[in-house]
């Protein structure tokens, strides 16, 4: 019997705290290149039963992933696609169709609803699983406005961050209206040009100008903190780009973990560089980057 959207969502979720545990452990080890044993016990797992679960989480085997997660791995994406921002713009992918993968529609609240704080704003909220650890779920009427990660016991550390954003709106516990979308976000069978996601944003202009950059970056690439500058006609503004990268309230859906540094150092993710790297390469195995 196939498992429903759901039950995959579980079990995904249950996968990554292995996960998690074997990234943690290459990200101490990267200089010793160690063996798929090494990282196995590290994550309190057989070799046989970590490659089962690489290669049902993402599709990828234990080493593949690795590669896919590495900083040569980075560099290289970041050397083949230096102008992937202009491509994308090129191919009109900056309008309000397709704008990366997950096949997104984007509305920005207004500056006026953004200064109150969200006052007079319903919010409903929701803890769901995901291959990435638990999933905090955030939508209006309008559209998804907030998705964040926490690891188990973080959950109301997580919902009071994001609380902060928008510190005056109501909010609603109801796991019944945020489901259907973290089913949607996290399947990408169910990633569709013809139902895309609707998103809302709810920040300054200027961090909603980052967001709306971060949404062209396709699946599988990557780019920096200066090209985004570049791109919101602020070419000296690569700090301010990554104060706004780094508040992005979407997260995964708008990709602000495909921004690395000019090296192609991963730099800082608000959930955690070992969770920015196990997105990496879910995505990597997305795209079919065995090997």
């Known amino acids: 019997m196939v498992a429903g959207p759901a039950a995959a969502l579980d079990i995904c979720a249950a996968d990554y705290d292995v996960v998690r545990r074997a990234v943690a452990y290459v990200t101490h080890h990267v200089r010793d290149q160690p063996e798929v044993e090494a990282i196995a016990a590290a994550a309190g797992v057989t070799p046989r039963a970590l490659t089962d679960l690489f290669r049902r989480w993402c599709g990828l085997t234990p080493k593949a992933f ?88 973080e959950e109301e550390v997580a919902l009071a961050d994001m609380r902060r954003r928008w510190p005056y709106a109501t909010y609603l516990e109801d796991p019944t209206a945020t489901a259907p979308l973290v089913s949607r976000i996290f399947n990408p069978e169910a990633w569709r040009e013809e139902q895309p996601l609707r998103i809302v944003f709810i920040g300054t202009d200027f961090e909603i100008r980052v967001w709306e950059t971060l949404l062209r970056i396709p699946m599988g690439r990557a780019t920096t ?67």
């Open 225 to 291: 903190y200066s090209t985004i500058a570049g791109h919101v006609g602020k070419p000296s503004a690569a700090r301010a780009v990554g104060a706004a990268v780094g508040k992005n309230p979407i997260s995964f859906v708008v990709p602000c973990h495909r921004v690395l540094g000019k090296n192609g150092d991963l730099t800082g993710y608000h959930w955690g560089l070992t969770r920015k790297r196990a997105i990496l390469g879910w995505e990597a195995g997305r795209i079919g980057t065995e090997g």
């Open 66 to 153: 690795l590669q896919a997660v590495t900083l040569d791995r980075a560099r290289q994406v970041l050397a083949e696609c230096p102008n992937v921002l202009d491509a994308a713009l090129e191919l009109g992918l900056s309008g309000p169709g397709r704008l990366h993968d997950l096949f997104v529609v984007h509305e920005a609240m207004s500056p006026g609803e953004w200064k109150t704080g969200g006052a007079g704003l319903v919010i409903r909220y929701g803890l769901h699983p995901s291959p990435f650890g638990t999933a905090l779920a955030m939508c209006t009427p309008r559209g998804l406005c907030g998705l964040a990660f926490a690891d188990a016991g």
